[in-house]
Structure formats: structure tokens, C-alpha cells
T-cell receptor
Framework: NAGVMQNPRHLVRRRGQEARLRCSPM?????VYWYRQLPEEGLKFMVY????????ESGMPKERFSAEFPKEGPSILRIQQVVRGDSAAYFCASSPQGGYNSPLHFGNGTRLTVT | SQQGEEDPQALSIQEGENATMNCSYK?????LQWYRQNSGRGLVHLILIRSNEREKHSGRLRVTLDTSKKSSSLLITASRAADTASYFC???????????????FGRGTQLTVWP
């Protein structure tokens, strides 16, 4: 039973380019969360999605960032016109339910470096 | 902010010793969760303790929760070199209207266990 799969593991982009990060949740999980981690910091919530719906995007910058979780295929976090400050590790997590007591299953992350 | 804060920031011990990490948080919670993160990897869920529980065990892990002091501790007994990792506490928001499943993470405790 495969865990949460994220790709690519490492992504290097020049300033101004677009970064596209993919996440396939665990089988049977329909709730997906994206978190960002800066060096020496804890994870910061960005967005919560269910299939075809954005439930909460309050942690995601309003400009340049977008996320989707289509009916078919992985969830995508898209960062347009990247800047150096976007360099971080981006983690996707999934859960079978969205309740308080549903632990999250994390992928190994995508490390984005903006040069 | 409801963010949990772990203490100490870093802990270095010998194999066989016990490791204790503490977490404090600010608002009411439904549960508190502990996660482990090995270098360069995603977070792995260790244990969840509900707000009406005071203590919980899982293998060599023991978690306590004191809601009156808004604090929790994670004890790893008979530590091993393989326990070397960062440990994070996380709390879901209990605020009305907040997103179910959204977690607030602390900055973590970096545990190093020397063989």
C-alpha cells in the first residue's frame, strides 16, 4: 500500500519561472493538505482540498500560488513567477477523513530551490 | 497563535538513556499529536492523545497531556541511534469555523542519540 507520493523530490527554478508540485494521496484518502517548511522551522499550513474542491486556502499567499485536486489525477500546487523567498520544502499530506482526530500521512516533500 | 512550541530546541543523549521533550500550546484543543521527521524526509505520525486523556503509551513512547497547563510531554525510553530525528507537536484548531484537520506545528526538538 503506497504512501503519499510527491514528485519531483527536488526542483530548481530560476526567478520568474513556474513551479508545479504534484501529490498523489494514499489510496482511499480524499483529503489533501499542503504545508510549507522553511529551514529550522515547523510546518506551516497552506491549503486543504478535497476532490474538486478547495476547502481552506487561508494559509496560501493570494498571489502567484494556486492549488487543485481534480477528479482524476494528483493534487497540484502551482507557484507562478517564483522568487527566492519561495525556496522551501513543500509537503503534502492526506487523510481518509477531515476530522480533528484523523492523523495526517505525509509524503517526503518537494524541495524547491529558486536561483 | 495556537502554535505549539517544543522545548528544548535540541537534545543530545547516549543510547539507552531516556529522552523527554515538552510542548506548550496556547488555546483549547481537541487533541495533541506528535510527529517525527528524519532528515530530508516527511513527517511520520507517532501518537495522538485526546483532550480527555492524561497519558498514552505506544511501545517505547509515553505521552502525557496537562490541559490545565496547556502542555504535553513525549518520553522516549531506552533510546536508540535510530531515534535521531526532529520531533514536532501539532494541534488542530478548536476555534469555531476553523478547518477540521488543519494542524499547527511547533518548531520541533532535534534529538540526537549517540551510539
Amino acid at each position: 500500500n503506497a504512501g503519499v507520493m510527491q514528485n519531483p523530490r527536488h526542483l530548481v527554478r530560476r526567478r520568474g519561472q513556474e513551479a508545479r508540485l504534484r501529490c498523489s494521496p494514499m489510496k482511499g484518502h480524499s483529503h489533501v493538505y499542503w504545508y510549507r517548511q522553511l529551514p529550522e522551522e515547523g510546518l506551516k499550513f497552506m491549503v486543504y482540498l478535497q476532490k474538486e474542491n478547495i476547502i481552506d486556502e487561508s494559509g496560501m499567499p493570494k498571489e502567484r500560488f494556486s492549488a487543485e485536486f481534480p477528479k482524476e489525477g494528483p493534487s497540484i500546487l502551482r507557484i507562478q513567477q517564483v522568487v527566492r523567498g519561495d525556496s522551501a520544502a513543500y509537503f503534502c499530506a492526506s487523510s481518509p477523513q477531515g476530522g480533528y482526530n484523523s492523523p495526517l500521512h505525509f509524503g517526503n516533500g518537494t524541495r524547491l530551490t529558486v536561483t | 497563535s495556537q502554535q505549539g512550541e517544543e522545548d528544548p530546541q535540541a537534545l543530545s543523549i547516549q543510547e539507552g538513556e531516556n529522552a523527554t521533550m515538552n510542548c506548550s500550546y496556547k488555546t483549547s484543543i481537541n487533541n495533541l499529536q506528535w510527529y517525527r521527521q528524519n532528515s530530508g524526509r516527511g513527517l511520520v505520525h507517532l501518537i495522538l492523545i485526546r483532550s480527555n486523556e492524561r497519558e498514552k503509551h505506544s511501545g517505547r513512547l509515553r505521552v502525557t497531556l496537562d490541559t490545565s497547563k496547556k502542555s504535553s510531554s513525549l518520553l522516549i525510553t531506552a533510546s536508540r541511534a535510530a531515534d535521531t530525528a526532529s520531533y514536532f507537536c501539532a494541534t488542530p484548531s478548536a476555534d469555531r469555523g476553523s478547518t477540521l484537520g488543519r494542524l499547527y506545528f511547533g518548531r520541533g526538538t532535534q534529538l540526537t542519540v549517540w551510539p
